[in-house]
């Protein structure tokens, strides 16, 4: 799957995110400089759930050819799902000190909705994590795909379906918290959320996660699955001529896309703090093919590099120069449409590629 440099490189990664970061958050003085702060732990964390949308937006639109400006609903029904439980793992610790949440009691329900039936057992939740999403994903994706609807259509068809969603959500009458969404979380599995011990352990298993997809998506790409799947992308009239049905391809890597997304979601909310429909905005799906494109389409590891630099620069821009902050994002996207085509991946390729090989490419 990988190059002995990239086996080398991933372990690095692997060593740094359970190994380096814990010492040097927990075990390292808070005055030295090596210290690595609950502030950072907690960006790299949110970036890192980013990444991991970024790589599921790289299956479908690098390798297959599908581009969604929708893919910000199944990051929030992740979300949603996990901060359900997290919800009820609150108890009569709210403000009402009722079994309800708090947000209920306020607008005088007396029950909990039948949504919420399952939302009090931690192993249900990791499974409807993984369906919620993956079920509208697929029932969406099944009617679009059969109507052969592609291109530009397919984009704002996905991104019509994330704002209705939103405008849905943000009703009261849904039990989903409506505007305010859900936040005030105090305990995961029955222990405190907002310990310094906490907070590490979800920074690492977000990071093993991403980690995992990305072997997984490297293994998936180069499998005769994944062959397909880009074959589909350059020319998905001859696959169908050479006696292949595109849906099923399609409609998997779709589904597979989305249950990725909602898994970020779930790992995101608990060190955030909040879930609310604003994740569900036309924007923040936008901002995840930004990053896919930024760092490389095709590439898997260019979307992770492109959600890092995005979001990096975003925490620093808004802090120190917030007015210029959507200014530098769409400057850097319609930099790298004009003159990186190929993301900041693409460049570095190209940059270390010989002389020799790079002309023949060329005249090719």
């Not at 943000?170 to 907070?199: C, S, V, Y």
């Amino acid at each position: 799957m990988l190059t002995r440099k990239g086996w080398s490189a991933f372990i690095v990664a692997l060593l740094v995110v359970c190994a380096v970061a814990p010492m040097l958050n927990l075990l390292v003085p808070a005055d030295s400089p090596l210290h690595l702060s609950d502030y950072m732990v907690g960006l790299l964390g949110k970036i890192m759930c980013y990444a991991i949308c970024a790589l599921a937006m790289d299956l479908i639109w690098g390798y297959t050819g599908i581009l969604s400006l929708g893919h910000g609903l199944f990051f929030a029904l992740g979300g949603y799902v996990m901060g359900m439980y997290l919800m009820r793992q609150i108890g009569t610790d709210g403000n009402y000190k009722s079994e309800l949440p708090d947000f209920m009691v306020f607008l005088d329900w007396k029950e909990l909705p039948w949504h919420w039936a399952l939302s009090d057992s931690f192993i249900a939740t990791l499974l409807l994590i993984v369906l919620v999403p993956g079920l509208v994903a697929f029932v969406f994706g099944y009617f679009a795909f059969r109507s052969r609807i592609k291109g530009v259509y397919f984009s704002i068809i996905t991104q019509a379906l994330t704002f209705a969603a939103l405008l849905l959500f943000f009703r009261n009458e849904t039990g989903m918290g409506g505007n305010n969404g859900f936040t005030d979380f105090k305990r995961i599995l029955g222990l405190p959320i907002a310990t310094q011990g906490m907070r590490m352990t979800l920074f690492v298993l977000t990071g093993l996660t991403l980690l995992g997809f990305f072997l997984w998506a490297r293994w998936l790409v180069n499998s005769k699955f994944g062959r397909v799947l880009q074959a589909v992308r350059d020319a998905e009239n001859r696959v169908m001529f050479c006696g292949y049905n595109p849906l099923p391809y399609k409609l998997t890597i779709w589904t597979i896309s989305a249950v990725m997304c909602g898994i970020a979601g779930a790992l995101y909310v608990p060190q955030v703090g909040i879930i609310n429909p604003g994740e569900m905005s036309t924007a923040g799906s936008i901002e995840i093919a930004v990053w896919a494109a930024v760092g490389g389409r095709a590439t898997l590891v260019g979307p992770i590099v492109g959600a890092f630099l995005v979001n990096g620069a975003k925490s620093w821009l808004t802090v120190t120069f917030p007015e210029f902050w959507l200014y530098f994002l769409g400057a850097l996207f319609i930099a790298v449409t004009l003159f990186m085509p190929q993301g900041i991946v693409g460049l570095v390729r190209k940059l270390r590629r010989p002389p020799a090989a790079a002309g023949q490419g060329e005249s090719a």
